[in-house]
């Protein structure tokens, strides 16, 4: 299992819901979490591998989570800027403003339902893969002037590692 990168359409579509859970929905959970892990990311969502379901696995700070239909449902009037970057768009990284304070609703795969509340780091993370099972990238969050320039970078590093004979697909 491999992630997607920008610009494949299922990063920019709003993911299906999830009405049961099936083994293959466990299957692609055990999946994710390992395509997390080796890529050393913080959270991944169904999208960044090409599924168009609403399921995340996030470990910020070694806080693990798998969610099925994850929404934020309150955000903290309080917002912090920080550098954000995203498997889907590798290399470039830029000033992101979110909430500072989440909290999370979703179902874990035993059908439970759940509600989490989180801040700094672990509130990012959940934000954004929230965001990506909405079809929502972080270079949506920059103004027009960031994401072109992250763009360009992007595009720059995908280019020198084609020629330098790594593979990187999507670009």
Same mark, same amino acid.
């Given at each position: 299992?491999?992630?997607?990168?920008?610009?494949?359409?299922?990063?920019?579509?709003?993911?299906?819901?999830?009405?049961?859970?099936?083994?293959?929905?466990?299957?692609?959970?055990?999946?994710?979490?390992?395509?997390?892990?080796?890529?050393?990311?913080?959270?991944?969502?169904?999208?960044?591998?090409?599924?168009?379901?609403?399921?995340?696995? %996030?470990?910020?700070? *070694?806080?693990? /989570?798998?969610?099925?239909?994850?929404? $934020?449902?309150?955000? +903290?009037?309080? @917002?912090? !800027?920080?550098?954000?970057?995203?498997?889907?768009?590798?290399?470039?990284?830029?000033?992101?403003?979110?909430?500072?304070?989440?909290?999370?609703?979703?179902?874990?795969?035993?059908?439970?339902?759940?509600?989490?509340?989180?801040?700094?780091?672990?509130?990012? %993370?959940?934000?954004? *893969?929230?965001? /990506?099972?909405?079809?929502?990238?972080? $270079?949506?969050?920059? +103004?027009?002037? @960031?994401? !072109?320039?992250?763009?360009?970078?992007?595009?720059?590093?995908?280019?020198?590692?084609?020629?330098?004979?790594?593979?990187?697909?999507?670009?």
């Amino acid at each position: 299992m491999d992630i997607v990168t920008y610009p494949e359409e299922v990063l920019r579509q709003e993911a299906e819901e999830i009405t049961e859970i099936t083994e293959e929905i466990r299957e692609l959970a055990d999946k994710m979490t390992e395509v997390m892990f080796r890529e050393e990311g913080v959270g991944l969502a169904a999208p960044q591998v090409g599924v168009g379901k609403k399921l995340i696995v %996030v470990n910020p700070e *070694e806080d693990f /989570h798998i969610l099925l239909n994850p929404k $934020i449902v309150e955000r +903290s009037s309080e @917002e912090e !800027s920080m550098d954000e970057g995203c498997l889907s768009v590798p290399g470039p990284e830029a000033p992101v403003s979110r909430a500072q304070k989440v909290v999370v609703e979703g179902t874990d795969l035993d059908g439970n339902d759940v509600r989490l509340t989180r801040e700094g780091l672990a509130a990012r %993370v959940f934000q954004h *893969e929230v965001d /990506h099972v909405n079809g929502t990238l972080y $270079i949506d969050h920059l +103004s027009e002037v @960031e994401r !072109s320039i992250v763009l360009r970078e992007y595009r720059k590093a995908g280019e020198e590692g084609k020629e330098g004979g790594e593979e990187n697909s999507g670009l």
